[in-house]
Each structure stands twice: as structure tokens, then as C-alpha cells.
């Protein structure tokens, strides 16, 4: 009989997924990534949504009851996305409706909801965690978070990918004209700028976050490693 305990984070898209698993990697947390529910003890795995079916709605669409029903403690982490609206309550009722779990109005440093022992009737899982990038209170999306994770004190190169973008950014025609990035993606056009210009180019982000080039350890990235902790204290490494 397998006793393993089932542990799951789960995140919107494969750059996603590949950034956290370094970022929770380099902080002392035990996770991988593959593509089975064969857990490892005392490990989170993170998938994508459903299967490798990427973004927000894919997470709670794409069959979240089954995590609820299997896993042991659960993590999503979504993003605050600019184009919704008053996205922690979209999260907020999905949950209450249609798992009949209590979660608070506010999400400041990472939701934890203990789940009622009446429920575990129905569902196996006792803990769920929401986190919304880049802090559950600004509207933004992992670029952002790991944007804060760079040291940009006398980084020349930082300071000139953003000038790039900015001067782009007042070029609205171009977004038509030769297809460029829309203005809710102006993060993830500067992060991807800035790795791109180093010396050794370096992405994806988990590559970028491995070579310490986002700095794992930085003290902004440490509340969501508290909120991870949390959640799954068990796959702290000793």
C-alpha cells in the first residue's frame, strides 16, 4: 500500500512552473516537476493547470476538484492579471461555491485556508494555499515578481532594456504594424529584453533564477517562500 502523503503546487504556464520549481529549489524546499502523479515523499510537485494546459481559468476549469479530492495540501499560484477585474474574488467565490470552503476577503501575504474536518469527508485535502503574483495586492503577473528579484544598483544593462521598452512602449502604431507587444505585457517584454542581453543569454526564467541571475535569495521573494513553507512544512529540506 502507498502511503505517500500528495503534495501540489499548481501554476499557470511552463515558464511558470520551471521558475518556481528553481526559485523553491534554491530555498531549500523539496519539488519537481514530472509529468505523473507518482509523488515523492515529501516533495511538492507542480503541474500546470491541468496537465500542461496553461493559465489562470485551466486551474480551476480543468478538473481542480480531482487535486482537491486526491492531494493532501494544495498550492495555486495565478497571476493578478491587469486585464481582470478583481481577480482574488473571482478566486475567492470559485472556491466558496464550489468546494463550500471559507476563504477571507483579503489575500495580503498569501491566502492558507485550513479545510473543516466535515469536509474531509468529501475532499482528501486539509490545506489550500492562493497566492497571486507578484504580491496578492498589485495587479501584475510573474514577470513582475521575478522583475523585483533583480539587483538593479549600478546595473547599466537593467537600466537600458528599460529605456528600450519605454521608448517602445510610446510606439502604439507598432503594436498593429509590425505586432508588438501589447501594453499588459510590458513586464514580461523587459524581463525577457534584459535576460536576453546578458552575456550568456539566459532563458528561460528557471535557467535565469539557476545562474542567479534573478536572485533567488532576495529578500522580496522571501514572503512567497514563507507562504510556501507554510503550506507544505513537511518538504522543508533538514
Not at 498589485?138 to 529605456?163: P, V, W
Not at 507587444?181 to 517584454?189: G, L, R, T, Y
Request: net charge positive; with cysteine.
Amino acid at each position: 500500500m502507498n502511503n505517500t502523503r500528495q503534495y501540489f503546487l499548481l501554476v499557470e504556464g511552463e515558464n511558470d512552473k520551471h521558475a518556481v520549481y528553481h526559485l523553491l529549489s534554491q530555498n531549500g524546499i523539496s519539488v519537481y516537476c514530472e509529468k505523473s502523479h507518482k509523488n515523492k515523499n515529501n516533495s511538492i510537485q507542480i503541474q500546470t493547470g491541468e496537465y500542461g494546459k496553461g493559465g489562470f481559468h485551466s486551474i480551476f476549469d480543468m478538473h481542480i476538484d480531482r487535486y482537491i479530492k486526491f492531494s493532501n495540501k494544495l498550492g495555486i499560484v495565478g497571476d493578478f492579471d491587469r486585464i481582470i477585474d478583481n481577480r482574488w474574488n473571482i478566486t475567492r467565490t470559485k472556491l466558496e461555491k464550489g468546494f463550500n470552503i471559507g476563504v477571507p476577503t483579503e489575500n495580503n501575504s498569501g491566502c492558507i485556508v485550513e479545510i473543516p474536518k466535515d469536509n474531509l469527508k468529501t475532499y482528501n485535502c486539509e490545506k489550500i494555499g492562493i497566492w497571486l503574483m507578484p504580491n496578492n495586492t498589485s495587479e501584475g503577473t510573474i514577470e513582475d515578481f521575478l522583475l523585483e528579484l533583480i539587483d538593479k544598483n549600478d546595473n547599466e544593462l537593467y537600466k537600458q532594456a528599460k529605456n528600450a521598452i519605454d521608448e517602445l512602449t510610446k510606439l502604439e502604431h507598432l503594436i498593429e504594424k509590425e505586432n508588438r507587444f501589447k501594453p499588459a505585457h510590458k513586464q514580461k517584454a523587459l524581463l525577457n529584453t534584459y535576460l536576453s542581453w546578458k552575456n550568456k543569454p539566459a532563458n528561460p526564467y528557471g535557467k535565469s533564477i539557476k545562474e542567479n541571475i534573478i536572485n533567488a535569495q532576495s529578500s522580496y521573494a522571501q514572503t512567497f517562500i514563507a507562504w510556501i513553507k507554510a503550506i507544505f512544512p513537511e518538504c522543508i529540506k533538514t
